[in-house]
């Protein structure tokens, strides 16, 4: 079928394939189309089946031709895609380029694609990548921090008490509820911005205005108005280089009152400890364990990072809208919301503007991924069967269920292939530690190491 191709290759990792096919490819589908239709063609004047050949082709003629172009176009992909490496990428629908494409029965016919494909670079020198590795040391403000965290979790909004007049005013870490509408410049409220039983914690910044030092001091049920000024460079485009009135009334004042941190408490987090010091042993153990998971986590981006900057290549920007949109998606999981809910809230330009912001570190995530994924081919790291069934039950008894039960649960939600490219990852963490050179780094905090910066 096909007489001739050519591969053409761009900017940005795309390539452009062009095919010619055969002539006697072409007439032999169009004659197939035409002798599949006269069998039950029925036209006014002639019976099922009885249209001729010359009346089917003036009527339907093109038609036939753009089904029989779409099924060459179809088939012959099929065919090439078999045969050579630049093979589009799952996430790169290939777009045909001619325009006004139209079947031509009495040559060879001829069409481009475009597509982008999986970048290709050579891997430098992977082994013994000189890193240097945290100093951590833990100390008693990382304990009392998470204990302070601790009772700050299990802690109880109540309604705050007033002073010895019984006046109750907003201060700094009240959580309020508030009705607020903006106001035009004649003091007329704008109805389309009013906002009832609206609640947040003052000094969060929690909320669109951003009136929480306007507010402190108010008495509760106490109604006023305020004028607030943004700078041009305000995070809310709407606000930013605007002076906005408001009338804002405190409906409901609440504070939070923290539990003592003593053996109570302890006993209140978890039924597996009985004593305050129970509670600060478990602490102290998940501490020790996620500077071990971070330091070596940090010690294989290191790695990773010198390897991918001494590669070059581009990425692929069909590669780089997938990476864009499964960030986007991951955000607004962690906010508790569906990504369509999310676009509807910040708008088309917000949702734009944070792509943007997030599109440098993706860029970097992806040249990472890549350099592993060559590593691992080089290597030949794969994850074997007994592996595979050992993370299964290593999965299976963190959730406290049976090596069945997470056999069903990851295979019917077609979650195997992860837990392969897991045992696959760890793997290859192992092996570009192992022929790395560790020497000691600078000090760090616990904070500043776990990336939780107060």
């Known amino acids: 079928m096909i007489v001739s191709q050519e591969i053409k290759k761009l900017e940005k990792s795309a390539v452009e394939l062009k095919l010619t096919i055969a002539q006697a490819a072409a007439r032999a589908e169009y004659d197939g189309l035409l ?10 004047g002639f019976r099922r089946g009885k249209v001729p050949l010359s009346v089917l082709e003036k009527k339907f003629g093109e038609g036939l031709k753009a ?26 629908q290939p777009e045909i380029i001619d325009k006004n494409l139209e079947l031509s029965l009495d040559k060879d016919f001829t069409f481009t694609l475009r597509y982008d494909v999986f970048p290709k670079f050579d891997l430098p020198a992977y082994k013994g990548i000189e890193v240097e590795e945290p100093q951590v ?32 005013k907003v201060a700094k870490g009240d959580t309020v509820t508030v009705n607020y509408v903006e106001l035009d410049s004649a003091a007329t409220e704008i109805e389309n911005t009013r906002r009832q039983d609206f609640v947040f914690t003052v000094g969060s910044g929690y909320n669109y205005y951003k009136i929480d030092e306007e507010i402190v001091g108010m008495k509760k049920d106490a109604e006023k108005n305020l004028s607030k000024s943004y700078p041009e460079d305000f995070e809310t485009r709407e606000l930013a280089g605007s002076t906005r009135s408001l009338k804002v009334k405190v409906t409901a004042i609440k504070e939070k009152k923290l539990p003592e941190i003593n053996d109570e408490l302890a006993q209140d987090v978890s ?10 042993k478990s602490i102290n153990d998940r501490l020790v364990k996620n500077v071990e998971n971070a330091v070596r986590q940090k010690n294989i981006d290191a790695v990773l990072e010198k390897v991918a900057a001494q590669t070059s290549f581009e990425l692929p920007e069909s590669m780089i809208r997938a990476e864009m949109e499964n960030t986007w998606r991951n955000f607004a999981g962690n906010s508790r919301m569906r990504p369509e809910q999310l676009e509807q809230m910040v708008g088309p330009e917000g949702k734009q503007r944070m792509l943007d ?24 790291i794969e994850c074997s069967p007994e592996e595979l069934e050992s993370e299964l039950a290593t999965q299976a008894d963190a959730s406290k269920i049976t090596l069945e039960e997470a056999r069903d649960y990851f295979t019917k939600n077609g979650l195997m292939n992860y837990l392969e490219h897991d045992v696959r990852d760890r793997k290859l963490a192992d092996f570009l530690l192992a022929a790395s050179k560790i020497k000691k780094g600078k000090k760090l905090s616990y904070v500043d190491l776990i990336g939780q910066k107060e």
Request: hydrophobic content about 40%; glycine content about 2%; proline content about 3%.
């Open 35 to 44: 002798a599949k239709y006269v069998k039950d063609a029925m036209l006014p």
């Open 67 to 92: 089904e029989a172009l779409q099924t060459l176009v179809d088939k012959s992909l099929h065919e090439v895609f078999e045969t050579i490496d630049e093979k589009p990428l799952s996430y790169s």
């Open 137 to 168: 040391t833990l100390g008693q403000e990382d304990e009392k921090r998470e204990l302070e965290l601790i009772q700050e979790q299990n802690s109880m909004v109540i309604d705050k008490a007033g002073d010895a007049k019984g006046v109750v």
């Open 271 to 280: 039924e597996e400890f009985h004593t305050l010091a129970d509670l600060k």
């Open 357 to 380: 912001e997030w599109k440098p570190q993706s860029e970097v995530a992806l040249r990472r991924r890549l350099v592993m994924e060559k590593i691992l081919e080089a290597e030949q």
